[in-house]
């Protein structure tokens, strides 16, 4: 499929810009640079591991041209390299797998990147002043320890391997450190906390039925599960049950949102409100559509603003998606952001697979995590984030309770998996901070940062987001962004 713009080529990662990167190796439409042999399904580049057009720079193993460790160390294909490779028919390898970075005081984390601290020097740490203690093999690192430590003695790991103080660190499932709660350390790198719903560290605190410790009645309240709470709770073998429901909050003049959180504004008292002066239809139901088609800040007349260039059927059933997740933006700059990135990676809405499929399916067959691809599965991006790599893929599919490491297609054929594989993805990398502060460049910088930001290779596709952006946002009445939105 061609770009919109006839002046613009379709890059091997199904991407439209202009350059050696979008027209040259593996260009599949457009004004390409180099030969190119179309088969079937895919576009096969009649030469391998191509040049830079910039001497200086290095081609990655990703098939990007630039400078520095990330594009000349591990997997380089051409230029300067500064690890040694072969080259085969139609990719190369390199015969090290854990390069050490260009500064020597850094080090290479679990996933490829070089800097400084526990998050690259710590659990998994392939190469450099790592701290903890790793196996090299042919091409991977392992490491043999599931629970390192912090560089500050003081902080705790968290389950879900962060460095910080405080019960969300020390205390349930902490992992190392001088943790608060007794746990129990499996062989597999895991964390099993020997008691459940246990105390938080403070005692005048409440452990919320998201295991979270604080005061008030979204701690206290319904479904509190350890502390002094509120209300009466019946605890389970692994699970704790609120003996009332729709409960008000402790402000009258409060809504209890569909979340179980107490608030004022659309977002608590509009659809789904359980309990307080309640503005719209109250539901106990997975709906998040109030009656006249809106969700938030989102309705038709702003949806068809944003995504102006697909027919109303289309559009019709895309909002029907996004109103089956029961998501909500917090107000209009998380609602520009988000949809400005969803129109950005689903060339608004036309698509929700990337355009270089199925051929492209190879290129995402790597996984950095234990998790390996389904055999004749294809995890390139689908959905509205264009989710892409089999780790992702069965997270995603661990956290939404659906197995789509074996049914990927899930992702592009169901409406509402479209977007809630996008929602995960959005919270799952502390997207919606920056986002409901209308801080677009935090965002791109956890969506494509090693691309697109700091004049990457990626930078003019970067800039195509950021105008998308600064559309969207006129459809909210917003103005200008007030944060710088490049990266």
């Not at 490779?85 to 984390?109: K, V, W, Y």
């Not at 559509?289 to 949806?303: K, L, P, Q, R």
């Not at 509402?416 to 502390?430: D, E, H, I, P, Q």
Request: with cysteine.
């Amino acid at each position: 499929m061609a770009c919109p713009d006839s002046s613009q080529c379709l890059s091997k990662w199904g991407s439209c810009g202009t350059g050696s990167d979008y027209c040259g190796d593996g260009c599949q439409a457009g004004p390409c640079t180099e030969t190119t042999t179309t088969t079937s399904s895919s576009i096969t580049t009649t030469g391998v591991n191509l040049p830079c057009s910039d001497s200086t720079q290095c081609r990655s193993k990703w098939g990007y041209c630039g400078t520095g460790s990330d594009y000349c160390g591990d997997g380089c294909q051409a230029g300067p390299c500064m690890g040694a490779t072969t080259t085969t028919s139609s990719s190369t390898i390199t015969t090290g797998g854990s390069l050490l970075c260009s500064d020597p005081t850094q080090c290479r984390s679990k996933w490829g990147f070089c800097g400084t601290g526990s998050d690259y020097c710590g659990d998994g740490c392939q190469a450099g002043p790592c701290m903890g203690t790793t196996t090299t093999t042919s091409s991977s690192t392992i490491t043999t320890e599931g629970s390192l430590p912090c560089s500050d003695p003081t902080q705790c790991r968290s389950k879900w391997g962060y460095c910080g103080t405080g019960s969300d660190y020390c205390g349930d499932g902490c992992q190392a450190g001088p943790c608060t709660e007794t746990t129990t350390t499996t062989t597999s790198s895991s964390t099993t906390t020997t008691g459940v719903n246990p105390p938080c560290s403070d005692p005048t605190q409440c452990r919320s039925k998201w295991g979270y410790c604080g005061t008030g009645s979204d701690y206290c309240g319904d479904g509190c599960q350890g502390g002094p709470c509120t209300e009466t709770t019946t605890t389970t073998s692994s699970s704790t049950t609120t003996t009332g429901v729709n409960l008000s909050c402790s402000d009258p003049t409060q809504c209890r949102s569909k979340w179980g959180y107490c608030g004022t504004g659309s977002d608590y008292c509009g659809d789904g409100c359980q309990a307080g002066p309640c503005t719209g239809t109250s539901e106990n139901n997975n709906g998040s559509a109030s009656e006249n088609g809106s969700i938030g800040v989102i309705d038709n007349s702003t949806f068809a603003c944003v995504f102006n260039t697909i027919d109303s059927a289309l559009r019709t059933s895309r909002f029907n998606g996004l109103k089956a997740t029961g998501w909500t933006p917090v107000n209009k700059d998380e609602a520009a952001v988000f949809l400005a990135h969803v129109f950005h990676e689903t060339d608004g809405l036309k698509t929700m697979r990337e355009y270089c499929a199925p051929g492209c399916g190879s290129h995402y067959s790597g996984s950095w995590c234990s998790i390996s691809s389904a055999p004749g599965k294809s995890y390139y991006g689908r959905g509205w984030f264009q989710l892409s790599w089999p780790c992702n893929y069965h997270n995603a599919g661990k956290s939404l309770g659906v197995d789509l490491l074996a049914d990927p297609d899930k992702v592009e054929n169901d409406p509402k998996l479209a977007v809630s594989t996008a929602l995960w993805f959005y919270n799952a990398n502390g997207m919606a901070a920056p986002a409901q502060r209308g801080d677009f460049a935090a965002t791109t910088r956890i969506i494509n940062g090693a691309l697109e930001c700091n004049n990457g290779s990626g930078y003019s596709s970067q800039l195509t987001r950021v105008e998308t952006y600064k559309r969207v946002r006129q459809c909210f009445n917003l103005g200008q962004p007030s944060i710088n939105p490049i990266c």
